[in-house]
């Protein structure tokens, strides 16, 4: 492993049973399972931001937290500057962790009501013993919420969250997970909450962090114009498997997976597709408790057919620079 | 005739500090098969003017002035009794979280047989059951699920089960209160599909109240711009598009991502909606506007006609100075 990445993910997998099926299923031991996330791989660089696109269920959010350590992976590895950190746990988890923060996506419902914005955006640092003193602790606090864009700082410092706006709320959150000094972020859909004239806002102010504090993130959404405003590089997800991963610009103006069409259709030419929505997507949902071998895309492809149902096919192939897909229709 | 008027529908909320103007003087017109769009930022009364289109504010909310004339009856003036009537049989609504509006004890088939029953008391059972399975047809749903509960259900099938609910007597308008906001994407592209085929098909007045601007654009042919409780701009899909003319629907759409070139900055608007309760008299936009000058902070404009089909609420539009 060379040290060129910041993250390796390699293989992972993570399952979750289900409590679906009664006593009964329980000592047949044939609980359903949900395949939460499934051979994902890839690498993100130091300062990139990476896109995590998919409908809700397909996996993005457990990804997230295996990145982070707050899951454990069922399979394969995870590596942080070529370091395998898979089975870290206390002491050198800790020291991961301070390296690594998420952003979530409610403002309204993770920052503590009890709190003032000061003890929240400082709580990090209590909980890592970097604090001396009181004057310390201020200093940080302003200066962190002034990189933020919350001016003048002094005056958030001793309010509470039930007086700030929803943009600023989410600032706070941002200005909390920056005062490590992280080398990650993980933004968990950090604009969905957020009105449109605000949102535009906290994108701006992530991207600048980016510069400013040499930052990667991963970035998850559902919004394909959100992602490829933000990201470098692109991941669809769909049941739990990475569809199709490369360059933005390569995912949305030449996308090759068909689900991947359908999401770019739906967000940059919705009139079209309501118009011919027959022809990228078939009705139906995703039913994550069954997994094939195969493509597990197929119930609603367009373009399925028998071949696609031989083993393997769902593996990734390279169909331009950087740029994967998991489909058999798409030869390079 | 336009098949639903709305004039000048006043609604406030009874605050300890005095009365909170969450909707000041909406008027429009739906044809028949028309789709209006009502879209703005959380706060800016879309949910309100939805619910008072309805007559179904409650204290302490209370509409203050205007009509909604739908049929050439006045729903303001109705008594409880008439309203009962006309509710949900001539004007229906499919809710905001629509996936927790289904009661979780009884069969969604149930569920849609409810209202018809209510509406059409002579209607047999038979006939009414067939009437439910055709409807449950119509949306996408196999009719096996008549006898489903709602937790077997996953978010899209509920909404279509809303949506065949609100069909389910025949109404003349519907309105769908942020109907599709947390389904996903593609799920939600597919129910859109499906309201605006019904909605053309069988010549409905539908009213879209939304937040979302692509969404909004790709659906509606009418589209109306609120902001603080006020119309800021009713006019046609193409005309928002190609020649907004507010100060505040040319901001919203500078917030959005330009599918051609992702390196152009989108930009938000700064500030915040002003406070409802007792407002000055002046443009509500007054704080976050970039064109501001001094006339806007005398009077609030009110919504005038500057073109067929074009009406804006602004002082640098038409002649609004007097």
């Known amino acids: 492993m060379n040290n060129r990445y910041l993250i390796e993910a390699n293989n992972l997998k993570k399952t979750f049973d289900t409590k679906d099926g009664g006593i009964l299923k329980n000592i047949k031991k044939s609980r359903l ?75 309204y419902e993770f920052l503590n009501p009890r709190m003032n914005i000061l003890n929240i955006v400082t709580e990090p640092l209590l909980i890592n013993k970097q604090l001396n003193s009181e004057n310390v602790k201020i200093d940080k606090a302003v200066e962190v919420l002034e990189s933020v864009g919350l001016n003048p700082a002094k005056s958030f410092l001793y309010r509470f969250t039930h007086e700030l706006s929803g943009g600023q709320r989410q600032r706070v959150a941002i200005a909390r997970a920056l005062i490590l000094r992280p080398d990650l972020i993980v933004a968990d859909e950090p604009t969905s909450m957020l009105d449109v004239s605000v949102r535009a806002g906290i994108l701006n102010l992530l991207l600048g962090l980016k510069d400013q504090y040499n930052l990667s993130m991963v970035f998850i959404t559902h919004d394909l114009a959100t992602a490829g405003y933000m990201c470098d590089r692109i991941a669809v997800m769909y049941k739990g498997r990475i569809v199709e991963i490369g360059p933005k610009k390569e995912i949305i103006y030449n996308p090759r997976h068909p689900y991947t069409k359908a999401l770019v259709e739906v967000a940059f030419d919705l009139k079209n597709f309501l118009e011919n929505k027959d022809s990228f997507i078939k009705d139906g949902e995703v039913d994550s408790y069954e997994q094939n071998d195969y493509c597990s895309f197929e119930k609603r492809c367009v373009m399925m057919d028998a071949n696609c149902k031989h083993d393997g096919h769902h593996k990734m192939q390279q169909v331009g620079e950087n740029h994967f897909v998991a489909c058999c229709k798409c030869e390079h | 005739m336009a098949l639903l008027e709305v004039r000048n529908l006043t609604t406030y909320y009874e605050t300890k500090i005095g009365y909170n103007e969450a909707l000041q003087g909406l008027s429009f017109d739906l044809e028949a098969g ?57 004007i229906a609504m499919i809710p905001q979280s629509a996936m927790n509006a289904l009661n979780p004890a009884y069969k969604v088939g149930k569920q849609i047989l409810e209202a018809i029953k209510l509406h059409f008391p002579e209607m047999s059972q038979e006939e009414a059951v067939a009437k439910v399975e055709h409807l449950l047809n119509l949306v996408g749903i196999d009719a096996k699920w008549y006898h489903g509960y709602p937790h077997k259900l996953s978010g899209g099938m509920k909404q279509r089960i809303i949506i065949a609910m609100a069909l389910s007597c025949d109404p003349k308008v519907i309105i769908s209160d942020e109907a599709t906001t947390g389904l996903d994407v593609l ?62 629907t040319r901001a919203l759409f500078s917030s959005q991502i330009d599918s051609k070139d992702f390196d152009k900055k989108v930009t938000s608007v700064d500030g915040v909606v002003p406070k409802l309760v007792n407002p000055e008299d002046k443009c509500r936009f007054y704080d976050r506007c970039n064109r501001k000058f001094e006339m806007c902070e005398r009077k609030c404009p009110s919504l005038i006609s500057i073109s067929d089909n074009h009406r804006v609420a602004c002082y640098l539009e038409g002649d609004n100075h007097e």
């Open chain 1, 33 to 107: 399972k949900v395949y939460a996330v499934d051979e994902v791989t890839f690498k993100l660089e130091p300062r990139e931001i990476i896109g995590l696109i998919g409908e809700s269920g397909c996996g993005k959010t457990t990804t997230a937290k295996i990145l982070l350590k707050l899951l454990n992976v069922d399979e394969g590895e995870l590596f942080y500057k070529g370091e395998n950190i898979t089975h870290f746990k206390n002491r050198e988890l800790s020291e991961y962790r301070k390296k690594t923060q998420i952003v979530f996506q409610d403002p």
């Open chain 2, 187 to 248: 799920i939600e592209a597919q129910i859109l599909a499906l309201l605006k085929k019904i909605a053309l098909d069988r010549g409905l007045g539908l009213i879209i109240i939304s937040h979302d601007l692509n969404m909004v654009t790709a659906i509606c042919n009418r589209i109306g711009i609120m902001y603080a409780g006020m119309l800021v701009e009713l006019t046609t899909t193409e005309n928002v598009l190609r020649n907004p003319k507010h100060p505040y």
């Open chain 2, 34 to 90: 028309g789709i209006l769009g009502l879209i703005g930022e959380s706060g800016c009364g879309k949910s309100t003017a939805g619910f008072s289109m309805m007559n179904m504010i409650e204290y302490p909310g209370k509409i203050m002035d205007g009509e909604v004339i739908l049929d050439g009856k006045d729903l303001i003036k109705m008594d409880r009794n008439e309203l009962r009537k006309v509710l949900w049989k001539d």
